[in-house]
């Protein structure tokens, strides 16, 4: 392997050279800053019995690191352009294999069941995720790996610095939503690091976070019916200003004040509280009260 895709320049002229350019339909930005491609794979604790499935390799910069700690990369790419420059750059790296495909529409379990003849997925091991998200795939893309309940051990992604706040945040604060109960659900997440723009080719207009998300052998609670959970959840953060008996009653899920009302008085919620200061385990114990 002869091209360094960690260097802006020599991104520049790959890209020249194959006549392609960053799609901005499809969040676009290679990263190109060797430190914190080490500092991913670190965090990915990589040895020789893993296998990473890689979601938009981009160049390959985070794709040649990670296959010399892991045992195999399978690095999905929506962008069938990327493909010619990405065989050149990953030749000789090491046992990796892209994977045309959109992220949002793979089987992961199927697709590392297929490829390591069993050795991982749903009758295997346990595999990692990596990857560089954009934006407008993040949330969906995320509830997919979680939900899918794959053979995941842990995921780390880099995302915008706001959706990392999210992932993140703490019930009372601004930054949390559904999508916080959702991931804190699944995983422990945690911030390692912040990443600038101008890390990145060509430069974004925003700063980034990898996220590290470590899958939690059983959710952080318990419920008999989860999709009724998530409804919930939903339900409790549709009109963030009223409140949660407001919420609950305007959303459709079930019955009007006089069902709610009943069900949070059974659940020792106050009903003039908002739904973004309620803990998971207050969601859980509001679910099983509908019961």
Known sequence: MSLDVSKPAVVRDIMNHYGISCRKSLGQNFLVDRNMIKKIVTAADLTPACLVVEIGPGLGALTVQAVQKAGKVLAIELDRGLIPPLNEVLEGAG????????????????????????AF??????????????????????????????????????????????????????????????????TKPEILFRVPGSCFFPPPG???????????????????????????????????????????????????????LQVLQN?????????????????????????
């Open 95 to 118: 046992d990796v294999e892209i994977v045309p495909g959109d992220a949002l529409k793979t089987d992961f379990d199927a697709l590392v069941g297929e490829k390591t003849a069993g």
């Open 121 to 186: 997925g749903r009758n295997g091991r346990e595999y990692k995720v990596l990857g560089n998200l954009p934006y407008y795939i993040t949330s969906p893309l995320l509830m997919r790996l979680l939900t899918g309940r794959y053979h995941i051990s842990l995921i780390i992604v880099m995302v915008q610095l706001e959706v990392a706040a999210r992932l993140t945040a703490v019930p009372g604060t601004k930054e949390y939503g559904s999508l916080s109960v959702a991931v804190q659900y699944f």
């Open 206 to 260: 925003v700063n980034s976070a990898v996220v590290r998300l470590a899958v939690r052998p059983a959710p952080a609670v318990t419920v008999h019916d989860e999709e009724l959970f998530f409804k919930v959840v939903r339900a409790a953060f549709g009109q963030r200003r009223k409140t949660l008996l407001n919420s609950l009653a305007g959303s459709g899920l079930l019955g009007g004040k006089d069902f709610w």
């Open 267 to 291: 659940a020792g919620l106050d009903p003039h509280r908002r739904g973004e200061t309620l803990t998971l385990a207050e969601f859980a114990v509001l679910t099983e009260k509908i019961k």
